[in-house]
């Protein structure tokens, strides 16, 4: 069994806020999580292709669109109120650079709310965090800190443990279509497109 680097929260948060990658848990499946301006290494850690974004994390809606750097579309409230906090990712327009450091040349940012008091905690202490979930490009997700601390080796994760029971199914991921002024479900996931008030819109 891997060994584990814990770091209690004010020292995990320490360490993300001068630059550095952790593993956090979240109430899907745990995460790499950075800050956006310090977002760069987690593609390289991830061995993730560059055009594939990261989602931004933090502890309120509302600093979750002030990082869009323009006006949300509408209905997005609606949707946050069914998903948030929890297991929903909204991609919406965005620029600025958060959007840019987390989605170099997208347009858009996926926003997510999460429902794990521990995750909370870390996002309280850094601000909005860029995440992704624990795994190398291509493979499953890890599930445990354990199998985080195998995959990546040597990575800071949050102590204490036990970390907070997870779903181990991603979050339900929805877009904003601007050309069509419609929803679109990109990724069905722990969340129903019915728990959203939405139809199932993949292609």
């Known amino acids: 069994m891997a060994d584990l680097s814990?770091?209690?929260?004010?020292?995990l948060a320490d360490h993300l806020l001068a630059g550095g990658l952790a593993g956090v848990p979240t109430d899907t499946v745990p995460a790499l999580a950075a800050l956006p301006a310090a977002a760069g290494p987690l593609w390289e850690l991830k061995q993730r292709p560059a055009g594939?974004?990261?989602?931004?994390?933090?502890?309120?809606a509302m600093e979750l669109i002030d990082?869009?750097?323009?006006?949300?579309?509408?209905?997005?409230?609606a949707l946050a109120?069914?998903?948030?906090p929890g297991a929903l990712t909204l991609v919406l327009p965005a620029r600025g650079a958060v959007a840019e450091a987390l989605n170099p040349g997208g347009g858009s940012l996926g926003l997510?709310?999460?429902?794990?008091?521990?995750a909370l905690e870390?996002?309280?202490?850094?601000?909005?965090?860029?995440?992704?979930?624990?795994?190398r490009s291509g493979e499953p997700p890890c599930l445990t800190?354990?199998?985080?601390?195998?995959?990546?080796?040597?990575?800071?994760?949050?102590g204490p443990l036990p970390w907070p029971?997870?779903?181990?199914?991603?979050?339900?991921?929805?877009?904003?279509?601007?050309a069509s002024a419609t929803w679109r479900v990109l990724r069905q996931g722990e969340l129903t497109p019915a728990a959203l008030g939405l139809g199932s819109s993949l292609p």
């Open 81 to 84: 109120r069914c998903g948030w």
């Open 67 to 77: 990082a869009l750097g323009e006006a949300p579309p509408p209905g997005w409230e």
């Open 112 to 118: 997510r709310l999460p429902a794990c008091p521990a």
């Open 122 to 135: 870390i996002l309280q202490r850094t601000g909005p965090l860029a995440t992704t979930s624990a795994n």
């Open 145 to 158: 800190p354990h199998a985080l601390a195998a995959a990546f080796p040597g990575l800071p994760c949050l």
């Open 52 to 60: 594939k974004p990261f989602i931004l994390m933090a502890a309120t």
């Open 165 to 178: 029971a997870a779903s181990g199914q991603a979050s339900t991921v929805v877009a904003w279509e601007a």
């Open 6 to 11: 814990l770091l209690d929260p004010g020292a």
